[in-house]
């Protein structure tokens, strides 16, 4: 008769046990059927639950620094891609290599005063540049002045230059990093050290349709700027004349 009360018994132990769960907070201490047990901690859960609670309060920190941006949706998407950026900064433009920029690197630029039109950034591209031509230079005999004192003649030449010869310099492409200045209302950009030939002249300012690299950046920051770190200044982004023309490439 024991023995059957006892059965009874050890299977309403069985479906207590069955049902027992287990819960934790984000310390780790855990309690089961609501009963905390302070000997229970679980470590994964608790590092589970602070990060849920640091990724609440980092998009509430975005939301603010995004409330005035004019692309709030961009502006989101920017910030909370920052902890990739410190792990692999390099974006490459798709399917165009050697095009890339570095993330970090996008900063607003500082131009005349204000923040809000310019961006400075790091990026990699693919630059050709044309040859020169070779070319003679036939010189000067210069003056030739002559003074007869007496039955002696003296004589001495002045401005004398010996014909030379220039050779050509071939052509190549720059395959390099660049800083960028980007014209984000312009859409132009200038980067520093680009040869537009082989005798050292430089390209200055172009449409950001003449580079990939720069065309990405624009896209996808100008619309964000206002939301981006801000670089030191610079005193001029002032197109200088004479410097190389895109169209005549």
Same mark, same amino acid.
């Not at 165009?96 to 996008?106: A, G, I, N, Q, R």
């Not at 200044?233 to 169209?247: A, I, L």
């Given at each position: ?6 059965? *009874? ?26 009963? @905390? ?5 679980? %470590?994964? %859960?608790?590092?589970? +639950? ?9 998009? +509430? ?5 995004? &409330?005035?941006?004019?692309? #709030? ?7 909370? +891609? ?6 692999? /900064?390099?974006? *490459?433009?798709?399917?165009?290599? /050697? ?14 005063? %204000? @923040? ?14 044309? !040859? ?5 230079? /036939? ?17 001495? =030449? ?9 050779? !050509?310099?071939?052509?190549? &492409?720059?395959?390099?990093? @660049?800083? #960028? ?9 200038? =980067? $520093? !050290? ?7 002249? =430089?390209? !200055? ?12 950046? $624009? +896209?996808?920051?100008?619309? &964000? ?6 670089? &030191? ?17």
């Amino acid at each position: 008769m024991q023995r059957l009360l006892l059965v *009874p018994a050890l299977l309403t132990l069985f479906i207590a046990s069955a049902k027992a769960e287990s819960t934790c907070n984000k310390y780790g201490v855990c309690k089961t059927n609501d009963t @905390y047990d302070p000997d229970l901690y679980n %470590e994964d %859960e608790a590092k589970k +639950q602070l990060e849920l609670q640091e990724s609440s309060s980092e998009q +509430q920190g975005n939301h603010e620094k995004c &409330i005035d941006a004019a692309d #709030y949706k961009g502006c989101m998407e920017f910030h909370s +891609q920052s902890r990739e950026e410190e792990s692999s /900064p390099i974006v *490459p433009v798709s399917g165009l290599d /050697p095009h890339s920029y570095e993330k970090t690197s996008v900063m607003q630029l500082k131009i005349r005063g %204000e @923040y809000g039109r310019y961006l400075t950034f790091i990026g990699r591209t693919s630059n050709t540049y044309s !040859g020169t031509s070779g070319h003679y230079n /036939p010189g000067s005999p210069g003056t030739l002045r002559c003074n007869t004192y007496g039955g002696y003649t003296s004589c001495t =030449r002045s401005g004398y230059i010996a014909p030379s010869y220039t050779p !050509g310099r071939a052509g190549g &492409i720059q395959h390099r990093r @660049y800083r #960028y200045q980007l014209d984000c209302i312009d859409r132009t950009f200038n =980067r $520093e !050290g680009d040869l537009a030939t082989a005798g050292g002249m =430089r390209r !200055g300012w172009m449409s950001v349709n003449d580079d990939p690299t720069a065309f990405a950046v $624009e +896209q996808n920051y100008c619309p &964000i700027i206002d939301a981006l770190p801000r670089a &030191i200044e610079k005193k001029s982004t002032k197109k200088k004349r004479g410097q190389f023309d895109p169209s005549n490439r």
